[in-house]
T-cell receptor
Framework: DGGITQSPKYLFRKEGQNVTLSCEQN?????MYWYRQDPGQGLRLIYY???????QKGDIAEGYSVSREKKESFPLTVTSAQKNPTAFYLC?????????????FGDGTRLSIL | AQSVTQLDSHVSVSEGTPVLLRCNYS??????LFWYVQHPNKGLQLLLK??????LVKGINGFEAEFKKSETSFHLTKPSAHMSDAAEYFC???????????FGAGTRLAVHP
């Protein structure tokens, strides 16, 4: 079955540590996205990529970094500069640059501070 | 600027009664609109989408939504709630000619026996 796989499901970060969240899709989608979800809030866009080797900052990119070396993969690194990283992180993808298209979501990674 | 307002943060219904989740949007252009559902600790699943075709859109699991341009609304309805419908629902609008989505804050639906 085609879909989006996020791993790990739960992740814990120590102070001063960088952590990387994995996102892999086998839907052959061009566009991929990372969102942050906090309780009682909608999703906020961190980074997105419409094509391999290119990505753009979203609304809350500070303290995060991404890469897009392969079409299937869009890992997100939460750096030590992100002072409030505890949240639910969702990865999504969509077709052909994603213009006016719905996005397909993974099951998320829950990140907590130790 | 594009924005989405979900008018109720929580809605509670009895099983077998109708569901109404309200969404108003603001857009300078003809928008594309979506409703997504999220069950606890899961990703979002697309329920339905409006992309300037029929104004009454049918989705999965018996849900439907009507696009009303004069009221700038896109309310989600279902004739009869099931216990499995208990989840959080998000109304979403796209920026014009963009892949970026703008999410509402969500409505949590509780279904009681």
């Amino acid at each position: 079955d085609g879909g989006i796989t996020q791993s790990p499901k739960y992740l814990f970060r120590k102070e001063g540590q960088n952590v990387t969240l994995s996102c892999e899709q086998n839907l052959n989608h061009d566009a991929m996205y990372w969102y942050r979800q906090d309780p009682g809030q909608g999703l906020r866009l961190i980074y997105y990529s419409q094509i391999v080797n290119d990505f753009q900052k979203g609304d809350i990119a500070e303290g995060y970094s991404v890469s897009r070396e392969k079409k299937e993969s869009f890992p997100l690194t939460v750096t030590s500069a992100q002072k409030n990283p505890t949240a639910f992180y969702l990865c999504a993808s969509s077709t052909t640059g994603g213009v006016n298209q719905p996005q397909h979501f993974g099951d998320g990674t829950r990140l907590s501070i130790l | 600027a594009q924005s989405v307002t979900q008018l109720d943060s929580h809605v509670s219904v009895s099983e077998g009664t109708p569901v109404l989740l309200r969404c108003n949007y603001s857009s300078s252009y003809s928008p594309s609109l979506f409703w997504y559902v999220q069950h606890p600790n899961k990703g979002l699943q697309l329920l339905l989408k409006y992309t300037s075709a029929a104004t009454l859109v049918k989705g999965i699991n018996g849900f439907e939504a009507e696009f009303k341009k004069s009221e700038t609304s896109f309310h989600l309805t279902k004739p009869s709630a099931h216990m499995s419908d208990a989840a959080e629902y998000f109304c979403v609008v796209t920026l014009p000619q963009s892949s970026k989505l703008i999410f509402g804050a969500g409505t949590r639906l509780a279904v009681h026996p």
